[in-house]
């Protein structure tokens, strides 16, 4: 259940990718708003996570996981349906919400069931590989059902799956144990956390239209800061329960292991939303023969997720195979930055493909593993939250930051390729800086 969860969450966030040119001319997106049809989902997703994890942690594992999984439904619903930008980015915006009451809840059945060791370290990297597998097999599904259905049922398909799902949910599932359900939820701190977020984004995006020293995007940045910091204060001070427990930050693993997550949302977001608008933009692929393109992502991504790098982790320290993988990853990325028009899918997309799945596989399972270690049971739901906060943080930021950076304002075919070439290649640098950072955690006799 945990499992089958966690893929749906992660499929969302890239399945729409090769939809994206579709749902641009559907519904009449400009180039600058497109990104929002994924940060939507992201940016909410991040800044509720860690009150999804406090949930799980306060009412019960399986009664949260059930909520989350309803209200991800319904909103999958109305996104399918939405006629306007301004009413799917709404939707996804709800799906985020719902996403971010059901992840932490899958990790926290986990880490709660099995103690630290071989058993967790197999379940992780079960969990691990199929939420790798949910990302990049989003962008296959995602292309064949807007190739021969419609760009919609790329939403809509998760009605009839989350409704299998809950009713899983309900037979297999054990009951909650008693829960106090006295104690307070800390919500400001929940809506400091996502207005912080989501103004440091938009305010980003305002640098495309206005510039860094206009009074709109001034106060856009400034708000986003004011409210992440007070969200700290709020955490440290204030709430009786708090979203983030400070201190957790105090514990190397989870501090650094955040960071490194952080990271890893930047790079792997990009290249999902980079690589799938570079093989259609600029190889000019359908939308099927891009999903398509993205199947030895999946499958690399899984194998090496699931059995190498846990057998990796039994001989190595984690630190040891982060590095591994971000060096890969790093490598691929920089390959990837070479291709241009004229590549053919080979070398344009299969070759460094491989690379960037391999070193991605190699990252999931020890990373998660190092940022849930040392911690508490009672803490495990506001671990899991920040781990996957950190991620969803990354990918948001990072992907606003990129489309900046790189993405020209007159589409043409040479400005595009240079513009995307140039993506991949800042991904690279930041692989290369998580390579360096992983040797900061503790090695296994330290630990």
């Keep these: 259940m945990a499992c089958l969860g966690q893929f749906m969450v992660v499929l969302d966030v890239s399945v729409v990718n090769v939809a994206l040119p579709t749902i641009q001319s559907a519904l009449g997106f400009s180039r600058t708003g497109l990104p929002w049809v994924v940060n939507g989902y992201v940016l909410t997703f991040a800044g509720f996570l860690l009150l999804g994890g406090r949930l799980a942690d306060l009412y019960g594992r399986k009664r949260v996981f059930l909520c989350g999984l309803a209200l991800f439904t319904a909103a999958s619903l109305v996104g399918g349906l939405a006629d306007t930008p301004g009413l799917l980015i709404a939707a996804r915006a709800l799906q985020g919400l719902g ?21 967790r370290i197999r379940a992780l990297a079960t969990w691990t590989a199929v939420a790798a597998a949910g990302g990049t097999a989003g962008n296959l599904i995602g292309g064949a059902i807007t190739e021969f259905l419609s760009w919609r049922w790329i939403l809509l398909i998760n009605v009839p799956l989350g409704a299998a799902l809950g009713a899983l949910t309900v037979l297999c599932l054990a009951p909650d144990q008693r829960t106090d359900e006295s104690v307070r939820l800390d919500v400001p701190g929940a809506l400091l956390a996502t207005t912080g977020l989501g103004a440091l984004t938009y305010g980003i995006t305002l640098t495309r239209s206005d510039s860094w020293a206009a009074p709109s995007t001034i106060t856009a940045l400034a708000l986003g800061v004011a409210a992440l910091g007070a969200f700290v204060l709020v955490e440290g001070r204030f709430a009786r329960a708090p979203l983030l427990p400070l201190r957790l930050l105090s514990i190397r693993t989870v501090s650094v292991g955040n960071v490194l997550m952080l990271l890893g949302g930047v790079s792997f977001t990009a290249m999902w939303y980079f690589l799938s608008l570079f093989m259609q933009d600029v190889l000019h692929y359908s939308a099927w023969q891009t999903g398509l393109g993205f199947l030895p992502h999946t499958l690399v991504s899984v194998v090496i997720g699931m059995h190498t790098a846990p057998w990796l982790l039994h001989r190595l320290d984690g630190r040891t195979v982060i590095v591994i993988g971000a060096v890969l990853a ?35 399972t020890p990373i998660t593993n190092t940022v849930t270690s040392g911690v508490r049971s009672p803490d495990a739901g506001a671990a899991s939250g920040l781990m996957n906060t950190s991620k969803q943080v990354g990918g948001a930021l990072g992907l606003t930051v990129l489309v900046v950076l790189t993405v020209p304002s007159v589409p043409a075919l040479d400005a595009l390729d240079a513009g995307y070439s140039l993506a991949f290649g800042i991904v690279a640098a930041v692989l290369v800086g998580m390579a360096v950072l992983a040797t900061a955690l503790p090695g296994r006799q330290a630990r």
């Design 99 to 119: 996403a971010s009451v059901l992840a932490p809840a899958t990790i926290t059945m986990l880490t709660v069931t099995f103690p630290e060791g071989p058993a």
């Design 330 to 364: 790093g490598a691929g990325f920089a390959w990837q930055s070479l291709a241009g028009p004229d590549s053919t899918y080979l070398v344009g997309i299969l070759g460094p493909g491989v690379i960037m799945s391999l070193g991605g596989g190699l990252l999931n």
